[in-house]
């Protein structure tokens, strides 16, 4: 099993937009694949209760349909920093606990497998942990998602060295265009990245309105992980 760790420059980069279209890819080419969002914030209120919208696509789209609690087994109500969202409804999130939790998902027979972090590398889930303590202790190769905008290469950059310094491995980076309009200099930062960052680049997705994952695929290839 191909087992990977999908994190972000920031908040709303298209982490979930990104590992969809990693799971379609995989599927394209005859393999099994699924993808947990070990900890959400927000949700809606379903027929089957509250769910957050992003790990429900995760459910409908691996090739296993697995329990909603497999997918997300940790859901805060808001949509806030983790820390505070759980906070708020005197909930204590521990990085172990999630991490162990997660790790059960490597049972399932499949040929890969992607957990998707909340928001940024260094989100905190509480006073002492961020969501890098959870990446820690799951100890697999990370996929960073830059949003492409102005600022992406600091954070890029920042979070690539955070990673590094827990002795981790950066597996590769996807540039995702985040608005309609691509941003100055747009292939130059990519380059830069490139340059900078000395990991493979695994896709340049465009903008899309509607998101049609099947046709996203053909801009990502995870092929460069495996040498």
Not at 19 to 47: C, D, E, F, H, S
Not at 63 to 81: C, G, H
Not at 136 to 147: K, R, S, Y
Not at 188 to 210: M, Q
């Amino acid at each position: 099993m191909q087992k990977y760790f999908i994190t972000g420059t920031d908040t709303d980069v298209g982490k979930t937009l990104i590992t969809r279209i990693l799971l379609t890819k995989v599927k394209q080419q005859g393999l099994k694949a699924l993808a947990i969002k070990p900890l959400a914030a927000g949700g809606v209120t379903t027929m089957q209760g509250f769910q957050n919208e992003d790990a429900t696509f995760f459910q409908q789209e691996s090739s296993l349909q697995l329990p909603y609690t497999v997918i997300n087994p940790y859901l805060l109500q808001d949509a806030l920093s983790p820390n505070i969202g759980a906070q708020r409804y005197d909930r204590i999130l521990d990085a172990k606990e999630i991490s162990q939790t997660s790790a059960k998902a490597y049972h399932y027979p499949v040929d890969y497998l992607f957990i998707e972090g909340a928001g940024g590398w260094q989100v905190p889930i509480n006073a002492t942990q961020t969501m890098a303590d959870v990446a820690q202790a799951l100890n697999i190769p990370i996929i960073m998602v830059v949003g492409m905008r102005l600022g992406c290469l600091n954070h890029a950059l920042l979070t690539a060295a955070q990673i590094r310094s827990q002795n981790l491995v950066l597996a590769g980076f996807i540039a995702n265009q985040i608005t309609p309009t691509p941003q100055t200099a747009y292939e130059e930062n990519i380059a830069t990245l490139i340059t900078h960052l000395k990991v493979p680049l695994l896709g340049k997705v465009p903008y899309s309105i509607n998101n049609n994952i099947a046709a996203l695929t053909r801009y990502i290839d995870l092929s460069p992980t495996h040498t």
